[in-house]
Protein backbone atom coordinates (compact mmCIF):
# COMPACT_ATOMS: atom_id res chain seq x y z
CA UNK A 1 0.00 0.00 0.00
CA UNK A 2 1.03 3.53 -0.34
CA UNK A 3 0.59 6.72 1.40
CA UNK A 4 -0.47 9.77 -0.95
CA UNK A 5 -1.84 13.49 -0.70
CA UNK A 6 -5.15 14.03 -2.69
CA UNK A 7 -4.51 17.18 -4.89
CA UNK A 8 -7.46 17.62 -6.67
CA UNK A 9 -10.25 15.50 -8.55
CA UNK A 10 -10.06 14.26 -12.86
CA UNK A 11 -12.78 14.94 -14.76
CA UNK A 12 -12.98 12.83 -18.36
CA UNK A 13 -16.07 12.64 -19.50
CA UNK A 14 -15.05 9.85 -22.25
CA UNK A 15 -13.81 6.95 -21.07
CA UNK A 16 -13.59 2.99 -21.36
CA UNK A 17 -17.00 0.75 -19.88
CA UNK A 18 -15.10 -0.87 -17.40
CA UNK A 19 -14.48 2.45 -15.08
CA UNK A 20 -18.30 3.09 -14.97
CA UNK A 21 -18.83 6.07 -13.44
CA UNK A 22 -16.19 5.77 -10.21
CA UNK A 23 -14.96 9.15 -9.10
CA UNK A 24 -11.02 9.48 -10.14
CA UNK A 25 -8.65 11.67 -7.93
CA UNK A 26 -5.27 12.92 -8.32
CA UNK A 27 -2.53 11.98 -5.70
CA UNK A 28 0.48 13.05 -4.87
CA UNK A 29 2.52 10.67 -3.65
CA UNK A 30 5.63 11.55 -0.71
CA UNK A 31 8.22 11.27 -3.13
CA UNK A 32 6.56 13.44 -5.40
CA UNK A 33 4.91 11.22 -7.87
CA UNK A 34 1.49 11.84 -9.92
CA UNK A 35 -0.80 9.49 -10.01
CA UNK A 36 -4.78 8.31 -10.79
CA UNK A 37 -6.59 6.72 -8.53
CA UNK A 38 -10.45 5.53 -8.57
CA UNK A 39 -12.32 6.79 -5.12
CA UNK A 40 -14.58 4.29 -3.63
CA UNK A 41 -14.71 6.06 -0.14
CA UNK A 42 -15.05 10.50 -1.32
CA UNK A 43 -11.71 11.62 -0.22
CA UNK A 44 -12.03 15.62 -0.98
CA UNK A 45 -8.85 17.57 -1.78
CA UNK A 46 -6.03 18.29 0.70
CA UNK A 47 -6.47 14.42 2.77
CA UNK A 48 -3.43 11.77 3.16
CA UNK A 49 -4.95 8.52 2.15
CA UNK A 50 -3.27 5.44 2.04
CA UNK A 51 -4.06 3.36 -1.18
CA UNK A 52 -3.49 -0.07 -2.88
CA UNK A 53 -2.20 -1.01 -6.23
CA UNK A 54 -2.39 -3.80 -8.54
CA UNK A 55 -5.03 -6.50 -8.93
CA UNK A 56 -5.54 -5.59 -5.29
CA UNK A 57 -7.02 -2.57 -6.29
CA UNK A 58 -9.56 -4.17 -8.39
CA UNK A 59 -11.00 -5.89 -5.03
CA UNK A 60 -11.02 -2.50 -3.10
CA UNK A 61 -13.39 -1.43 -5.27
CA UNK A 62 -17.33 -2.50 -4.94
CA UNK A 63 -17.96 -4.15 -8.07
CA UNK A 64 -14.08 -6.26 -8.69
CA UNK A 65 -14.74 -5.94 -12.72
CA UNK A 66 -13.63 -2.25 -12.34
CA UNK A 67 -10.42 -1.55 -14.98
CA UNK A 68 -8.29 0.35 -11.90
CA UNK A 69 -4.73 -0.59 -11.14
CA UNK A 70 -4.85 2.08 -8.19
CA UNK A 71 -7.57 2.53 -5.52
CA UNK A 72 -7.97 4.46 -2.62
CA UNK A 73 -8.45 2.30 0.56
CA UNK A 74 -9.13 4.57 3.52
CA UNK A 75 -8.45 8.50 5.07
CA UNK A 76 -5.80 9.01 7.29
CA UNK A 77 -6.69 9.94 10.24
CA UNK A 78 -3.53 10.85 11.80
CA UNK A 79 -0.11 10.92 10.23
CA UNK A 80 2.96 12.68 10.99
CA UNK A 81 4.57 13.44 7.46
CA UNK A 82 8.19 15.02 8.87
CA UNK A 83 8.18 10.85 10.43
CA UNK A 84 7.43 9.11 7.13
CA UNK A 85 10.58 6.78 7.45
CA UNK A 86 12.52 8.50 4.98
CA UNK A 87 14.77 9.75 7.75
Keep these: MEIARVIGDVVCTRRVPGLYHCSLRLLKSVTGSLSVATDPVGVPPGKWVFAT ?35
Design 53 to 87: AGSAARYAMQDATTITDLTICGIIDGWDEDEDGRG
